[in-house]
Nanobody, 119 residues
Framework: QVQLVESGGGLVQPGGSLRLSCAAS????????MAWYRQAPGKQRELVAT???????NYVDSVKGRFTISRDNAKNTVYLQMNSPKPEDTAVYYC?????????????WGQGTQVTVSS
């Protein structure tokens, strides 16, 4: 079983910065793609950014140039650096990790961390 613990959410002013972290623990074999999703009130969960084990990165258009996803494989941790956040970035942010065990892919979710962008 894999556990994901998120941290770093909170209140941030527009134009400020915030860094989210998500650490995986447990009986780990091979972590595949790591990702961040978000869900705003009344909206569907949205994919924000992904990073593969090989370092390929993708972003949703709305955060390109402002957010940066990265990972530390030695620490089994994925980060989301949020620069110049906007009020519309307000949401609960979830990390998602793909864990490969004997050729089978399992997906795990973090508990979510609230990010509120407001002055």
């Amino acid at each position: 079983q894999v556990q994901l613990v998120e941290s770093g959410g909170g209140l941030v002013q527009p134009g400020g910065s915030l860094r989210l972290s998500c650490a995986a623990s447990g009986r780990l074999f091979s972590i595949n793609t790591m990702a961040w999703y978000r869900q705003a009130p009344g909206k569907q969960r949205e994919l924000v950014a992904t990073i593969t084990s090989g370092g390929t990165i993708n972003y949703v258009d709305s955060v390109k140039g402002r957010f940066t996803i990265s990972r530390d494989n030695a620490k089994n941790t994925v980060y989301l650096q949020m620069n110049s956040p906007k009020p519309e970035d307000t949401a609960v942010y979830y990390c998602n990790v793909g864990h490969v065990v004997h050729g089978l892919l399992y997906n795990y979710w973090g508990q979510g961390t609230q990010v509120t962008v407001s002055s």
